[in-house]
């Protein structure tokens, strides 16, 4: 339990642990900053308190993280859960499961701000600590991210060692520095009292609804613990939050608030004026690397959750480069890193400091926890059997808290919220281009080819000259002939001795044990159907497959067998299936994918292509 207590630290709460470095600052100072006096402190603290309890310990910790699947966790897997408590065809089901993806594609938006704000915020240490080098915070926060981003390849196996302990640090400083300032000035304590925050709230409703802005970056970061469930357990996540991060960061703000009481002039940046002067520099640093920690937590998540993306079809196949030996969890997908990097880079020069920033953050985050309300609803009405006045008990007080951060952080638009909005949107649509494209293209293949029953019937009766070695056909349909074979027979008249259908189905779990992953069965006339089962966080390596399927009393000899894959040519044309521009867009797509072969790591040497043109 220790070495995974530890793990969580490092990686999970990166994001929400780094929060304190501008959330209460920018509650006081940004574009729509409250006045600084004791009611208002109190108030803040208050809210931010019991958001952390309600929002963190009781919607994630509590009930949210008791919905894996399998033991993986995170939108996609939440998704899936509701996509299997739903019968197929319901248009319930189809608005849940878009509602799901949509949050999958507001992570890249929120993955594009956090390392932009976490490191800007810290590095703005040096406006405390020397004064004179304000003027470099933003070309070295570029330094750090030109670096950050070019050791991805690298894979984060080496640095990933020194996460946890150095973060395990970094809340004992932390709450440290929180605990001597609360020494001084304890009747901070009272906004531990909900009192403060309801009062704040009613007395204050118009100023208190724009906080609420401010107070959701202390619960950014929250979709990690259960997003990386599946890497640590939920027992690790639970204990590390109630035992040591928690405490942690509820110190350091209510050390920040006492400090605010006694010296209001901190309020340019309460974080750092806790620390005495000798320490602002090892604090700048710790701070910085613990900034790139978080950093380094949401890429590797973009990296995870494009890959299921992928293999769940709602992605073109990209390059998936794996950077470990040992974990199959460590990949690098250097177009989303570059991607993010760009992105990262324009935010951090176009916005230029974490109170900017601070506009644009929250409004994915807050969506996001929307939706998990909506979709855990459903989980606890469909798959655990919830009676509905118990369901909605639990679940409509989440709806409200979370519609009153969502609105809250809508007023943010104009002033940088709209950029994680557009982020989302964009990705939403290529991801739905893409699944609703390669249906029609499903659909379009199968209304021209032929059955396979028939087919082989056919062979039987007038049997094709037969050759040595095994052919492999990969196709998605498993009743149809491939358009791959039939061009082969009609141009070389001849088929291979031994013939293999091969299809992928990827199941809505995130792993497929051994005794689950094939199925092999005879067709006659020497033709065989294999279905090859995987996870959508499985890798897809077919000669893995193969080598599995040997085991199975299948053996084959990759010197003597030969994938035939199919290439399509696609031309848009006006119809019923999708708008002319979304058809254009996703032909574009389709032409920048990596080819099946490279994607299914298929020896290129073995490798047959066969291009058909297809109308869509």
């Not at 509650?27 to 019991?50: D, K, M, N, Y």
């Not at 739903?86 to 999958?104: D, K």
């Not at 209510?254 to 090892?282: C, D, M, R, S």
């Not at 929250?362 to 118990?390: E, K, Q």
Request: overall charge neutral; some cysteine.
């Amino acid at each position: 339990m220790a070495p995974l207590v530890l793990g969580a630290i490092g990686v999970v709460f990166g994001d929400i642990g780094t929060s304190p470095l501008y959330t209460l600052r920018t509650a006081f100072t940004g574009h729509h900053g409250l006045q600084l006096t004791p009611e208002h402190v109190l108030g803040i603290l208050s809210v931010i308190f019991w958001a952390l309890m309600i929002i963190v310990t009781l919607k994630y910790i509590t009930l949210i993280m008791r919905a894996d699947n399998r033991g993986e966790g995170g939108i996609l897997a939440l998704t899936a859960l509701v996509s299997r408590g739903l019968q197929r065809g319901e248009r319930r089901r189809w608005w849940l499961v878009g509602l799901g993806i949509f949050g999958a594609a507001m992570f890249y938006g929120d993955g594009m701000i956090t390392p932009a704000i976490t490191v800007l915020g810290a590095v703005e240490g040096l406006e405390v600590a020397a004064p004179a080098l304000e003027h470099w915070v933003v070309p070295l926060t570029v330094l750090i991210m030109i670096g950050l981003f070019a050791i991805q390849k690298r894979g984060t196996g080496t640095i990933g060692a020194v996460f946890g302990p150095v973060m395990c640090l970094w809340f004992v400083v932390i709450g440290a520095l929180g605990l001597m300032e609360l020494a001084r000035s304890p009747q901070v304590l009272e906004a531990l009292n909900p009192r403060y925050a309801v009062t704040f709230l009613v007395d204050n409703t118009g100023i208190a609804f724009v906080a609420l802005g401010a107070v959701v970056l202390a619960v950014t970061g929250v979709e990690a613990l259960y997003a990386d469930m599946g890497h640590f357990g939920a027992s690790p996540i639970r204990r590390a939050w109630l035992a040591f991060v928690g405490p942690a960061l509820v110190l350091n703000y209510f050390g920040q608030g006492a400090l605010l009481l006694t010296h209001p002039e901190a309020v340019k940046n309460p974080f750092y004026l806790l620390a005495p002067q000798w320490a602002l520099i090892p604090l700048l640093v710790l701070a910085t690397v613990a900034a790139i920690i978080a950093s380094q937590a949401v890429i590797s998540g973009a990296f995870s959750l494009t890959r299921a993306a992928v293999q769940m079809g709602y992605c073109p196949r990209l390059a998936i480069l794996h950077t470990s030996e040992k974990t199959m969890g460590q990949i690098y997908v250097p177009f989303i890193n570059w991607m993010l990097f760009f992105a990262v880079i324009l935010l951090v020069v176009g916005f230029r400091t974490s109170d900017n920033l601070a506009a644009a953050y929250g409004i994915a985050v807050t969506l996001a926890m929307l939706i998990d309300s909506i979709l855990i609803f459903v989980v606890m009405r469909r798959l655990w059997d919830w009676s509905l006045p118990l369901a909605l008990a639990v679940a409509t007080p989440l709806v409200l808290i979370d519609l009153a951060l969502l609105s809250s952080n809508a007023l943010k638009i104009p002033d940088g919220g709209w950029f994680p909005l557009v982020i989302g949107a964009i990705v939403f649509l290529l991801l739905t281009t893409w699944k609703r494209g390669r249906a029609l293209v499903a659909d379009r293949l199968a209304q021209d080819a032929l059955p396979l029953e028939a087919f082989i019937a056919s062979i039987e009766v007038a049997p094709p000259t037969r050759v040595e070695g095994t052919a492999v056909f990969m196709t998605s349909t498993q009743d149809r002939v491939p358009h791959a074979l039939l061009h082969n027979l009609k141009h070389n008249k001849v088929l291979h001795e031994r013939v293999v259908f091969l299809t992928i189905v990827t199941r809505d779990i995130p792993y497929v044990g051994d005794d689950e992953r094939m199925e092999i069965t005879p067709l006659g006339c020497d033709f065989y159907r294999f279905i090859a089962f995987t996870g959508f966080k499985d890798d897809t390596d077919i000669p893995e497959i193969l080598e599995d399927a040997g085991r199975r009393g299948f053996p084959f000899d990759m010197m003597e067998t030969s994938f035939f894959v199919s290439r399509e040519t696609l031309i848009p044309t006006p119809g019923v299936g999708m708008a002319m521009w979304r058809e254009r867009l996703f032909v574009s797509m389709s032409k920048n994918a990596v080819k099946a072969s490279d994607f299914f790591h298929v020896p290129t040497n073995r490798v047959v292509e066969l291009g058909t043109q297809l109308e869509i």
